[in-house]
């Protein structure tokens, strides 16, 4: 007859992928960010870098084209959605942003610096109100540090959905919530 430590690894047997089962099943909310109406319109958008499938970049050209910035500003250094040079090929040749309208940030590989760098060239155009567009899950940490670095600006947050299968979203969620603890033990939101 099994005595009680065969009952509990039993348990915990079945347990366990219960749990993990019933987590998976939960959406994991994306770090917080006061939302807000877009109100009157921003002098400039700012593209972060990461942008699986461009959906910044076409959500930042939709504004654009609506009138509501007049400028775009592209960054990154990395390769596809992470180049603000390939992002502003995109955006030129598919998605009809004259080259005037846009000017990148070509040297961050990270958020921050996304952010310190893009900085200079947003005061240089005259820019006070800044679209923030970046993925939902990304905009909580995006923000804080945007806010934190560059409070000068006045800036409003324009989320766009996050890319890819519902599992990747969950992940990408979960990390950032992990960043969000970095930056913050760091001072930089």
Request: cysteine-free; overall charge positive; glycine content about 8%.
């Amino acid at each position: 007859m099994p005595g009680p430590p065969d009952l509990r690894r039993r348990g915990i047997l079945i347990l366990v992928p219960f749990l993990l089962a019933t987590l998976a099943a939960v959406p994991f909310p994306d770090p917080p960010f006061t939302r807000a109406a877009l109100g009157p319109p921003s002098d400039a958008a700012l593209v972060l870098s990461g942008d699986v499938d461009y959906l910044r970049l076409k959500r930042a050209a939709a504004l654009y084209h609506e009138g509501r910035v007049r400028l775009l500003v592209l960054t990154g250094a990395g390769i596809g959605g992470d180049s603000a040079l390939l992002m502003r090929e995109f955006a030129e040749h598919r998605l009809g942003v004259p080259a005037l309208a846009m000017v990148q940030e070509e040297r961050s590989s990270t958020t921050r610096e996304n952010l310190e760098f893009a900085a200079p060239l947003l005061r240089q155009a005259g820019v006070s109100r800044v679209a923030l567009v970046t993925s939902s899950s990304h905009m909580g940490r995006a923000l804080r540090a945007a806010r934190k670095l560059v409070p000068d600006l006045e800036w409003v947050p324009v989320p766009v959905d996050d890319a890819g299968p519902r599992s990747r979203v969950w992940r990408t969620r979960l990390q950032e919530w992990g960043k969000l603890a970095g930056y913050w033990l760091r001072g930089w939101a």
